[in-house]
Each structure stands twice: as structure tokens, then as C-alpha cells.
């Protein structure tokens, strides 16, 4: 196949720094559902290069509020953070109640910057 100077410039593009970068990653599942009144973990890693320290850590509620802040962790909250500042990110959510249900993102502070896994987790909480 003979490409024209454009799409070669574009698979560059692609391939480069714009395009998935494996030191810098935020892992969850698309979606999952959660019976209401019972409890769910959210499975979550993230990593990042190895010069990098991570200093707070968030979740958020679409793009919303924040449901856990490292910096200033909620007495009572519903919503748990299972995981550290190394690469866990689990959220434990206790007591689903219907208005849990919206897609939650995970987001990491660095002496580089914050990184935020876009897609997020989808979370439906269901009737019995
Ligand atoms: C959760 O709800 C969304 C939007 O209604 C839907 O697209 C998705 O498939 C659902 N996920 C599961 C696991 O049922």
C-alpha cells in the first residue's frame, strides 16, 4: 500500500505521545452491576514511571464531586479507599444506594501533574 505523506504523519502522531503511553495507566472495568443495599468494591490499578511519587489521590462521581480525596478523607463517608499511593486504587462503596450509580474516575497527583483515567467505571445499581 502507498501512503500519502498525510497518513504517514498521522500513524505517527498516533504512535507517539498522544497514544496509549504504558507507564502512564489507569485500570478498571468498563461496567459492572451492583444490587442496591449491597456493598462493591471497584477493582482499580494505576501506574505511572518509576521517577514519579504520588503525592494525593481522587475519585470522582462523573465528572461531578469528589467521593474520596486523600487529602481530605470524609468521617462516615460510603465511600472507601482500599487501595494507596503506589498502584491500588480499589473503592469500596457500603450500601449502594440507586443514586451511586453514575461512572466514577480515578485520579493521581505527581510532581508531574495529575493523571486521570478518562474512560472511568461505569457503575449501575440495580433493584432486586
Ligand atoms: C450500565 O448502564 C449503562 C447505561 O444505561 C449501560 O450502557 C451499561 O451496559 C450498563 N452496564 C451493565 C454492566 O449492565
Same mark, same amino acid.
Given at each position: ?11 505517527? /502522531? /498516533? ?7 504504558? @507507564? ?5 472495568? @468498563?461496567? $459492572? &452491576? ?9 477493582? &482499580?490499578? *494505576? ?13 470522582? *462521581?462523573?465528572?461531578?464531586? #469528589?467521593?474520596? !480525596? ?8 460510603? *465511600?472507601?479507599? /482500599?487501595? @494507596?499511593?503506589?498502584? !491500588? &486504587? ?9 443514586? @451511586?450509580?453514575?461512572?466514577?474516575? $480515578?485520579? *493521581?497527583?505527581?510532581? $508531574? ?10 457503575? #449501575?445499581?440495580?433493584?432486586?
Amino acid at each position: 500500500m502507498k501512503m500519502n505523506p498525510w497518513t504517514l504523519s498521522v500513524l505517527l /502522531l /498516533l504512535a507517539g505521545p498522544l497514544g496509549a503511553d504504558p @507507564d502512564w495507566h489507569v485500570e478498571y472495568p @468498563d461496567s $459492572f &452491576c451492583v444490587v442496591e443495599g449491597s456493598t462493591a468494591t471497584i477493582p &482499580c490499578s *494505576f501506574t505511572h514511571p518509576a521517577r514519579v511519587k504520588v503525592g494525593r489521590v481522587v475519585w470522582r *462521581f462523573n465528572y461531578e464531586h #469528589n467521593v474520596y !480525596n486523600s487529602s481530605n478523607v470524609r468521617a462516615n463517608s460510603r *465511600f472507601l479507599y /482500599l487501595g @494507596d499511593l503506589i498502584g !491500588n &486504587c480499589a473503592l469500596k462503596i457500603i450500601k449502594t444506594v440507586k443514586r @451511586d450509580t453514575a461512572t466514577y474516575r $480515578f485520579s *493521581f497527583e505527581t510532581n $508531574f501533574g495529575w493523571w486521570t483515567g478518562l474512560n472511568g467505571v461505569r457503575v #449501575n445499581v440495580t433493584g432486586l
